[in-house]
């Protein structure tokens, strides 16, 4: 295990070896004053540069990380992410512009923005994005303000906002939020919609039905036409969560299915790595009956110049100090230039077609409640497994032996020991079938060698956390009395 940095710490011990100054300097309460200062001297690790590198190299390889091995995490999206977006994200000429610096001199960042707004404008079949939600769920509770304004703007904000039970948790997270009563619409046996189920919760007080397509369980939302239809009888909107477009690019634009207002995770779909809690980008597209409600300031471009306009007074306002989280913005622009038309489509190609090999390649070894096509991701059961003694907690902690990440557990809600799976455009049949290999592999230990199953992972820097525990009371801080 490795040791913490304090522990690694000796007296007077550096990282940097400065020359004396030639010049004469001040003393520290010279320049800052005295009641600034601290009383004592913060007890700092002192550790030579070498001690840092290696401390760290060796943190970062004992956590997991897509760099690292397969990520199979159902709908994160943990895909790798090409290092030119990186590269270029991390240019002086982004990195050192300042968010008050005059419109004048950040003409080059706007029209980044403003081509990055049309590209996704395109992708979506939407009219209008505004950037500045910097997560998914930031960008759903915008989306519903959106729609909160438009009703208003009618003259009754409604009440309900319907939502099926596989949604993301952060959907009814996001309508509460807002002001509005999450009410839950029930799948059929087919994973999709239940059709009486809308028709029973949907009337003249729903504000919007919130869908996720493709769903949770990786399926299609076949029925979307005659979704859209009974909305508009009630004069309803149509939310579609986007976090994981990577199904549909190239393939079919939200915006001409009728969606009203979309978001985007450009943190999943577009290429930004994350996890550990952001940057993040949730861009929300909308129709043309919703333009007029988009956060400010809005990019406006006329005669060549880029502006920053404050005036729409319908507008929700502002959601985000500045403009959102920009160097996202620009690892998805590099992302989309450098793939084009072609490449996004067989993005979303490529993701299908791998999500399709493991769910038939896996289907004589775990039950599948769901067995047709699936789109980028499916979702197995664990049941069989479980009635002979290793739970899908237990399958997913002895994955990591075999040295890659588990998929998503015990989501969607609806489904009773639940892997999501999710392996992305960017894994090759290789990476795929040692996949299938190792559950192959862990079923086989199932029968054979339970306790080898139930008390893994083996080979982890650390075992089974109390995962309760460890979220809410953390033991993060360094206590030197205690030593
Ligand atoms: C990830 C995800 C979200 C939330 O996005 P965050 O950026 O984590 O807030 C919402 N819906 C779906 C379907 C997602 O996969």
Do not use: W
Not at 200 to 226: D, H, I, R, V
Not at 383 to 402: E, H, V
Request: net charge negative; charged share 25%.
């Amino acid at each position: 295990m490795a040791k913490l940095i304090f522990e690694l710490s000796s007296e007077g011990r550096k990282g940097y070896a400065l020359p004396k100054p030639t010049v004469p300097t001040k003393n520290i309460d010279e320049v800052i004053p005295k009641k600034f200062l601290r009383k004592k001297a913060a007890r700092l690790p002192e550790v030579s540069e070498i001690d840092v590198m290696r401390h760290f190299v060796e943190l970062s390889q004992l956590n997991y990380h897509i760099d690292k091995g397969f990520y199979p995490l159902g709908s994160c999206t943990m895909k790798y992410n090409p290092k030119i977006n990186e590269d270029i994200a991390r240019n002086s000429c982004f990195t050192d512009l300042h968010p008050l610096q005059d419109v004048q001199r950040s003409q080059g960042a706007l029209a980044l923005m403003d081509e990055l707004s049309q590209f996704l404008c395109e992708i979506a079949g939407m009219k209008a994005v505004t950037l500045q939600p910097v997560a998914g769920a930031h960008g759903e509770l915008t989306g519903l303000m959106l729609i909160r304004a438009y009703h208003e703007d009618k003259g009754n904000p409604r009440e309900t906002v319907l939502i099926p039970d596989s949604a993301h948790g952060t959907n009814p997270a996001s309508a509460t939020i807002s002001g509005y009563k999450a009410v839950q619409i029930k799948s059929n046996e087919n994973g999709l919609v239940d059709m009486d189920s809308l028709r029973a919760n949907l009337n003249e007080n729903t504000a919007a039905l919130m869908l996720t397509n493709p769903n949770t369980l990786g399926l299609f939302e076949s029925q979307l036409k005659e979704i859209k239809e009974l909305l508009d009888e009630v004069g309803a909107l149509l939310y579609m969560d986007g976090a994981n477009l990577n199904a549909l690019l190239g393939i079919v634009r939200p915006g001409d299915v009728g969606v009203d207002v979309l978001h985007f995770n450009l943190h999943k779909t577009f290429s930004t790595p994350h996890g550990g809690g952001g940057p993040g980008s949730g861009p929300v597209g909308v129709s043309e009956r919703m333009v007029d409600f988009l956060p400010v300031p809005r990019i406006l471009k006329q005669n060549g110049q880029y502006s920053l306009e404050e005036n729409f007074p319908k507008s929700i306002g502002k959601i985000h100090s500045f403009y959102g989280n920009f160097g996202v913005m620009v690892k998805a622009y590099v992302y989309i230039r450098m793939l084009g038309n072609e490449g996004l489509k067989r993005v979303s190609q490529n993701a299908i077609i791998n999500a399709n090999y493991l769910k038939s390649q896996l289907k004589d070894y775990f039950d599948m409640p769901f067995p047709g096509a699936a789109m980028h991701e499916f979702v197995l059961s664990g049941n069989r497994q479980k009635k002979k003694s290793a739970s899908t907690l237990d399958i997913a902690k002895r994955l990591l032996d075999y040295g890659m990440h588990a998929p998503t557990i015990y989501f969607p809600l609806i489904v009773p020991e639940a892997l999501m799976i999710e392996p992305t455009e960017t894994e090759s049949i290789e990476m795929l079938d040692t996949f299938v290999d190792a559950l192959i592999q862990i079923n086989k230990e199932i029968d054979e060698n339970p306790d080898l199953v139930k008390h893994a992972p083996h080979s982890t820097p650390v075992s089974r956390l109390d995962e309760v525990k460890a979220i809410k009371s953390p033991d993060i801080r360094y206590n030197f009395d205690a030593q």
